[in-house]
């Protein structure tokens, strides 16, 4: 990515921010990127240890929204605070969504399985009492047959499943690491001076 | 999940390496940045959105310098506060890091210990 490219994307990211926030905002930007390339660096190599330009945005822009909730408590700052949460939210919810719906499947893909293999078991020890249209070897294979595809299709549906988690939980650890620091400003600064 | 609990450490005591840096001599957000990624592997980008929220705190304050190659750069010093905020934050780092210290220390105590039951 350029650097114009960063800008443009921070500065869509913030929009609608009060002005001279959003000026010292691409100030300290600008001026990254100025020193980094007086330091020898590229561009783009400086723009890739920024991150993404949108998240950046998105971290600011709550952080933006809080400071100027806390000075004036205006239902313009409110609600912009909650369409900002509920941005996020949205981005998130169509990130885990699928990821929640695919989870569900696999359980539900697992009790059919689990379903398949106790017909089989049934046809397996019902039907030679039952008089079997295709006779009795034909009808004991067909309950196997039954069991073990139940079976392979439960033990791979769990696989899957585990993989799942584990996209979940690396989600999980990702964004909140992204989010904490910000959002909890620390108590020793306001609290900590006694005197 | 050892990489994400490296993560929260340092997030947790960069405010105070920011602090310590400013308290050795005014600093521009750059080189304070550049520093703590060599030093302890924070990226870059943390650092700026960091320094604002200790500026509109009232830990940091800024000036500009004009520069003979290139636009005015903005530099930061302490004020009274963060001077106030760094010797605090200074020894709750210094007790819990003794603390923590003494939990890792290795038990070489132990055979002293089984010595002195013996």
């Known amino acids: 990515m350029t650097r114009m490219e960063f800008m443009r994307r921070l500065q869509r990211g913030l929009r609608g921010a009060p002005r001279e926030v959003l000026a010292a905002i691409v100030l300290d930007y600008e001026g990254y990127f100025d020193d980094g390339v007086r330091a020898g660096r590229s561009e783009a190599e400086l723009a890739l240890a920024l991150g993404d330009p949108g998240r950046v945005a998105s971290e600011l822009r709550l952080e933006v929204d809080a400071r100027q909730w806390e000075a004036d408590r205006t239902m313009a700052v409110g609600l912009r605070i909650a369409a900002g949460a509920l941005g996020l939210a949205l981005v998130d919810s169509l990130l885990l969504g699928p990821l929640c719906l695919a989870v569900i499947l696999c359980a539900a893909g697992i009790l059919s399985t689990i379903a398949l293999a106790l017909a089989g078991c049934y046809v397996l020890v019902i039907s030679p009492f039952d008089d079997p249209a295709g006779g009795l070897a034909a009808a004991i294979l067909h309950g196997i047959g039954l069991i073990a595809g139940g079976v392979a299709g439960a033990a791979g549906l769990s696989l899957a499943s585990t993989w799942l988690i584990d996209a979940l939980s690396w989600y999980g650890r990702v964004h909140r690491r992204a989010f904490r620091p910000l959002f909890l400003p620390q108590k020793t600064n306001n609290s900590g001076q006694p005197s | ?118």
């Open chain 2, 1 to 118: 999940m050892a990489e994400s609990n490296e993560i929260q450490l340092k997030r947790g005591v960069l405010e105070l390496c920011v602090l310590a840096l400013l308290a050795r001599g005014d600093s521009y957000a750059y080189e304070i940045a550049t520093r703590l990624a060599a030093e302890i592997g924070m990226g870059e980008g943390t650092i700026y959105p960091l320094m604002r929220r200790m500026q509109a705190d009232g830990l940091l304050e800024d000036y500009l310098v004009e520069s003979s190659s290139g636009p005015p750069r903005r530099y930061y010093r302490l004020s009274k506060a963060g001077r106030t905020s760094l010797s605090s934050q200074r020894e709750s780092w210094e007790v819990f890091s003794r603390a923590i210290d003494r939990i890792l220390k290795r038990p070489s105590s132990r055979s002293r210990h089984a010595g002195g039951a013996a």
